[in-house]
């Protein structure tokens, strides 16, 4: 089974507008750590946000914030009026606790672009 | 700005060539790695380094080859590549491989390499 499933290839949001890119996961380890990155086209792999497994509230960052659903397992990114320079590779990701291995999993990404 | 920084940013070598990849952080990590990613597929791990010593292999071919000189640098010697060893490597740090937010992975712009 895939740890962490991104189900939208691509996306599209118009500028000024909100936008949920969707991230699920799978992990029997009780302590585990969910990361959002950007990556433009240039390459650079930007970290976002962070989630721990234990975390109460929602984690946000600016225009950032993640939708954390423990129970259906699911870490959203919601990202609030987009810009143009929002444009660009989104992946989700896991770190798996120690009982586990510390093991890190990235999902297949999504292809986010902003419409002027 | 990122504080994992990669050189060169392109290289083009032939496949007779050695050339070697650098990065250098000074955020105090003691995890580095190197990733290899293909045009729009996630990153794929190759190499860990804990406290200088490598941990992880994972199953890379010896044309590759990693070094650790110090805790803030890594190096990746690239000989007798192919043209499928075309792609994006990203080098990345973390303070320790946990799942808690101070173990962040933190990835340098990359260095895209072109086998001809």
């Known amino acids: 089974a895939q740890k962490i499933t991104q189900t939208q290839p691509g996306m599209f949001v118009q500028e000024k507008e909100a936008v949920t890119l969707d991230c699920t996961y799978d992990?029997?380890?009780?302590?585990?750590?969910l990361f959002w990155y950007k990556q433009p086209s240039s390459g650079e792999m930007i970290f976002l946000i962070y989630?721990?497994?234990?975390?109460?509230q929602n984690a946000t960052e600016g225009r950032y914030s993640l939708n954390f659903q423990k129970a259906r397992k699911s870490a959203n990114l919601v990202i609030s009026a987009s810009q143009l320079g929002d444009s660009a590779m989104y992946f989700c990701?896991?770190?798996?606790?120690?009982?586990?291995?510390?093991?890190?999993?990235f999902g297949t990404g999504t292809s986010l672009t902003v419409i002027p | 700005d990122t504080e994992v920084t990669q050189t060169p940013k392109h290289l083009v070598m032939g496949m007779t060539n050695k050339k070697s990849l650098k990065c250098e952080q000074h955020?105090?990590?003691?995890?580095m790695y190197w990733y290899k990613q293909k045009a729009k597929k996630p990153p794929e791990l190759m190499f860990v380094?804990?406290?200088?010593?490598?941990?992880i292999n994972e199953s890379v071919p010896s044309r590759f080859s990693p070094e650790c000189p110090n805790s803030s640098l890594l190096n990746l010697h690239l000989h007798a590549l192919q043209p499928e060893d075309s792609a994006l490597y990203l080098c990345?740090?973390?303070?320790?491989?946990?799942?808690?937010?101070?173990?962040?992975?933190?990835f340098g712009e990359g260095s895209w390499l072109t086998v001809v």
């Open positions: 990345a740090s973390s303070q320790g491989q946990g799942s808690s937010s101070g173990n962040t992975i933190y």
């Open positions: 992990t029997s380890d009780p302590s585990y750590g």
């Open positions: 989630q721990g497994s234990y975390d109460q």
């Open positions: 990701a896991m770190r798996e606790g120690p009982n586990t291995g510390n093991q890190f999993y």
């Open positions: 955020m105090g990590h003691r995890a």
């Open positions: 380094y804990s406290y200088e010593k490598l941990s």
